[in-house]
């Protein structure tokens, strides 16, 4: 299986600030990552497929970059409704896994 | 816009199945843009991929739930199912439904709410 790694796991900022979360894939994947957006009892949301392409209707403060191994997402500029968990998904093979999750929190 | 809503018992006794249905509103189940898939999250944990099915029928699953894994498809109802058998307190999770896009990018979304389902007797 193909492992997902982000970082940070947890992550503290302010409404305004720019914020990057890492993925890291245990091989190379080429652009097949997607990103999405967890909110507290809620399922998730699809921001980003194909490692940089923004899903319709999501924000465009919302980017992400990457291939090969390594990924991220970035906003921006935080808005209150940005904290949420965030997990990449790996679609490069069978079984489809997800990075553990990063929490982003406001400080 | 396509909605998807998980519908089955929240409470599955250890050794037996735990048996889902997810219907599908707003487009056609039998449409080629999805195949339609299983993700479940451990209460406080992460997601993981169980399977996906296509109108069709065909089927695809993570290999380390396969043998404890059916999905099945009801295009007549836009209904898609899992069983999964011989559950454990380690399946004790919220159980989503999403449409799965059938692209290269196998991307998920959108997703149902979301059912939690309790291994315990």
């Given at each position: 299986d193909i492992q997902m790694t982000q970082s940070p796991s947890s992550l503290s900022a302010s409404v305004g600030d720019r914020v990057t979360i890492t993925c890291r894939a245990s091989q190379s994947i080429s652009t097949y990552l997607n990103w999405y957006q967890q909110k507290p009892g809620k399922a998730p949301k699809l921001l980003i497929y194909a490692a940089s392409t923004l899903q319709s209707g999501v924000p465009s403060r919302f980017s992400g970059s990457g291939s090969?191994?390594?990924?991220?997402?970035?906003?921006?500029?935080?808005q209150p409704e940005d904290f949420a968990t965030y997990y990449c998904q790996q679609s490069y093979n069978n079984p489809y896994t997800f990075g553990q999750g990063t929490k982003l929190e406001i400080k | 816009q396509l909605q998807l809503q998980e519908s089955g018992p929240g409470l599955v006794k250890p050794s037996e199945t735990l048996s889902l249905t997810c219907t599908v509103s707003g487009a056609s189940i039998s449409s080629s843009s999805y195949y339609w898939g299983w993700i479940r999250q451990p209460p406080g944990k992460g997601l993981e991929w169980i399977g996906s099915i296509y109108y069709s029928g065909t089927t695809y699953c993570n290999p380390s739930l396969k043998s404890r894994v059916t999905i099945s498809v009801d295009t007549s109802k836009m209904q898609f199912s899992l069983k999964l058998?011989?559950?454990?307190?380690?399946?004790?999770?919220?159980?989503?439904?999403?449409?799965?896009?059938?692209?290269a990018y196998n991307w998920f979304d959108p997703w149902g709410?979301?059912?939690?389902?309790?291994v315990s007797s």
């Amino acid at each position: 299986d193909i492992q997902m790694t982000q970082s940070p796991s947890s992550l503290s900022a302010s409404v305004g600030d720019r914020v990057t979360i890492t993925c890291r894939a245990s091989q190379s994947i080429s652009t097949y990552l997607n990103w999405y957006q967890q909110k507290p009892g809620k399922a998730p949301k699809l921001l980003i497929y194909a490692a940089s392409t923004l899903q319709s209707g999501v924000p465009s403060r919302f980017s992400g970059s990457g291939s090969g191994t390594d990924f991220t997402l970035t906003i921006s500029s935080l808005q209150p409704e940005d904290f949420a968990t965030y997990y990449c998904q790996q679609s490069y093979n069978n079984p489809y896994t997800f990075g553990q999750g990063t929490k982003l929190e406001i400080k | 816009q396509l909605q998807l809503q998980e519908s089955g018992p929240g409470l599955v006794k250890p050794s037996e199945t735990l048996s889902l249905t997810c219907t599908v509103s707003g487009a056609s189940i039998s449409s080629s843009s999805y195949y339609w898939g299983w993700i479940r999250q451990p209460p406080g944990k992460g997601l993981e991929w169980i399977g996906s099915i296509y109108y069709s029928g065909t089927t695809y699953c993570n290999p380390s739930l396969k043998s404890r894994v059916t999905i099945s498809v009801d295009t007549s109802k836009m209904q898609f199912s899992l069983k999964l058998s011989s559950v454990t307190a380690a399946d004790t999770a919220v159980y989503y439904c999403a449409g799965h896009s059938n692209s290269a990018y196998n991307w998920f979304d959108p997703w149902g709410q979301g059912t939690l389902v309790t291994v315990s007797s």
